[in-house]
């Protein structure tokens, strides 16, 4: 299971920390994502990171702003999220992908519910 947390309310210009914990079969979890769905919009890919960390993506809409970690001893993975737009409100969505890499919703395994995040212009 996947518990996402952190969404909420802020100004354009703001910053938030998502974060997400993870819990059940741990231990065959590879790599990590955070996805995003706008109303009527598909879920797109916000940014991915490896097992160890050591590699990670963003979409080209959030590069340089936001940031993905993990803490494998914790089973946690966060999304700072800096400079934040009003286009980055969404419902965010964590995932753990029992693959060593993906950025595709569907080789994801494990979805946590969604946390919404709303800026204001």
């Known amino acids: 299971q996947l518990q996402a947390s952190g969404g909420g309310l802020v100004q354009a210009g703001g910053s938030l920390r998502l974060s997400c914990a993870a819990s059940?079969?741990?231990?065959?979890?590879?790599?990590m994502g955070w996805f995003r769905q706008a109303p009527g919009k598909e879920r797109e890919f916000v940014a991915a990171?490896?097992?160890?960390?050591?590699?990670?993506n963003y979409a080209g809409s959030v590069k340089g702003r936001f940031a993905i970690s993990r803490d494998n001893a914790k089973n946690t993975v966060s999304l700072q999220m800096n400079s934040l737009k009003p286009e980055d409100t969404a419902d965010y969505y964590c995932?753990?992908?029992?693959?060593?890499?993906?950025?595709?919703?569907?080789?994801?395994?494990?979805w946590g519910q969604g946390t919404l995040v709303t800026v204001s212009s």
């Open positions: 995932a753990a992908s029992l693959k060593p890499w993906a950025e595709v919703p569907g080789l994801y395994d494990y």
């Open positions: 059940g079969r741990t231990f065959s979890i590879h790599a």
């Open positions: 990171i490896s097992w160890s960390g050591s590699y990670a």
